[in-house]
């Protein structure tokens, strides 16, 4: 296994355009999780699944943003709509296996630009 | 919600120095971790910590569970080059929640 994959890798879009990212997490990880990073801040968190269930969504998860993990593998993370304090870079990381859950293995991140 | 400072914000060194950096919060966390980010890239998990007062070493890094548990350290011996980067501490309030939270990061600069 590589490890976590995230595309893109960058994403240039005009405001009140729709994005879509996918997180392909390691294979033996039942956890995945979206985290959203701005320059000069830690990671925050946003949601998580266990398997394809989504267990908890953060405040910041507004209308706009939608999550989903369909077969307990790969999950999308849609923006509707997007606003120029969209602009970040948005990590997936999971979890679980022999490791632990609380482990997280993150992937390089896709780096959104809403110009 | 729970917030975790990290201090020093930066550091800037001298290859071969020990660096010191610390996390804390005002709530108790029952799991600590401590992350490197390089620039463009996810964090790397570096240590884990499970119980107050505990003492970890992954190389020369060195990291303790505070004993108040609303806390916690990391020490870099011997620092070269390619430590540069920002280190997180990130914590979890209860080791079956889902969510972690993260501090905003010590930056290193170390000079050859």
């Known amino acids: 296994d590589t490890g976590v994959s995230q595309n893109p890798r960058h994403k240039i879009t005009k405001r009140g355009q729709n994005v879509t990212f996918r997180c392909d997490p390691i294979?033996?990880?039942?956890?995945l999780y979206w985290y959203r990073q701005t320059l000069g801040q830690g990671p925050e968190f946003l949601t998580y699944?266990?398997?394809?269930?989504?267990?908890?969504k953060s405040r910041l998860l507004s209308d706009r943003f939608s999550a989903e993990r369909p077969k307990g593998s790969f999950s999308t993370l849609e923006i509707q709509r997007t606003e120029q304090g969209d602009s970040a870079m948005y990590l997936c990381?999971?979890?679980?296996?022999?490791?632990?859950?609380?482990?997280?293995?993150f992937g390089s991140g896709t780096q959104l630009s809403v110009l | 919600g729970q917030q975790l400072n990290q201090s020093p914000q930066s550091m800037f060194i001298q290859e071969g120095e020990d660096v010191s950096m610390n996390c804390t919060s005002s709530s108790i966390f029952n799991t600590w971790l401590w992350y490197k980010q390089d620039p463009g890239e996810g964090p790397v998990l570096l240590i884990a910590?499970?119980?107050?007062?505990e003492l970890t070493s992954n190389g020369r890094l060195t990291a303790q569970f505070g004993i108040t548990r609303k806390d916690s350290f990391l020490n870099i011996s011997a620092s070269i080059p390619s430590d540069v980067g920002i280190y997180f501490c990130?914590?979890?309030?209860?080791?079956?929640?889902?969510?972690?939270?993260f501090g905003d990061g010590t930056t290193l600069t170390v000079k050859p």
């Open positions: 699944f266990q398997n394809e269930a989504q267990l908890e």
């Open positions: 990381a999971s979890s679980g296996g022999t490791g632990g859950f609380e482990k997280l293995f």
């Open positions: 990130a914590g979890y309030l209860n080791t079956n929640a889902g969510k972690s939270t």
């Open positions: 910590l499970y119980k107050a007062g």
């Open positions: 294979s033996e990880h039942n956890r």
